[in-house]
């Protein structure tokens, strides 16, 4: 998972250099206007399922990991409007805690490139007290944080459990845009549900009980938004 995909200026958080910083919740979401999909996390698959399609791509070491499709462009997407708005009824978990992020040592980083946090009087809200303890602002962003990163790990365990059994298979997008033009998304991957229906009973109990199962018929029926994407590209076409 590329965890600073949108960072320009990843820094550590600090009380004593950050004491009088002020945090505005981001509004402007065009700084995701040059992806076309972000990492998601399993538990979001059933909220996801509903507005955008829920793929699986490889890091580079092969590991599977899942992807919400926001467009069925090669680059960028349609999810946001000229004046930075979300659009769609689903905002990845991955987009919606930028400006902030866990670092592999567990301290709290933000991207000091985010023109909603300054130190100007008035404009947002505080991170530490006076005396340098955390304020709810703060402690909600850090639960924030710590709960992607625990739903993260347990995202990690159900691709590896669904490599284990071999249920993922190769899924080639090719769409005819509205003015004839052939695109083609390569490298995406998806459950095939022949093999899930095959599973051993074992391995189908301890999925159910995992939230596995669940998952991967989340992501199954998230497929059908493809269509609506596709819409969203012959309508801007």
């Known amino acids: 998972m590329s965890e600073l995909l949108f960072y320009q200026q990843p ?26 999909s972000v990492p998601l996390l399993a538990i979001e698959f059933f909220e996801s399922s509903r507005d955008l399609p829920v793929l699986f791509s490889q890091d580079q070491a092969g590991a599977y990991f899942p992807i ?68 709810d602002t703060l402690t909600k962003i850090i639960e924030f944080v710590t709960n992607f990163e625990a739903e993260h790990v347990r995202t990690r365990e159900f691709c590896q459990a669904a490599t284990e059994q071999d249920v993922f298979k190769p899924f080639v997008l090719q769409v005819i845009t509205a003015d004839k033009k052939p695109l083609r998304l390569d490298g995406l991957f998806v459950i095939d549900e022949k093999k899930l229906m095959a599973l051993d009973d074992a391995v189908v109990t301890h999925w159910f009980r995992q939230g596995y199962l669940a998952w991967a018929y989340a992501h199954l029926h998230s497929l059908g938004s493809l269509q609506r994407l596709s819409e969203k590209l012959d309508t801007r076409a």
């Open 68 to 135: 919400a499709l926001l467009s069925l462009k090669n680059q960028g997407h349609e999810q946001v409007d000229e004046a930075g708005e979300w659009l769609g009824n689903y905002t990845p978990a991955f987009i919606r805690r930028y400006p902030f992020v866990l670092s592999s040592d567990k301290n709290v980083c933000f991207d000091a490139d985010y023109a909603g946090l300054k130190e100007t009087e008035g404009e947002g809200e505080l991170l530490f007290t006076d005396e340098g303890a955390y304020t």
């Open 11 to 36: 820094t550590v958080l600090n009380k004593e250099v950050h004491k009088a910083i002020r945090f505005s919740p981001v509004k402007d979401f065009r700084f995701t206007n040059k992806v076309n």
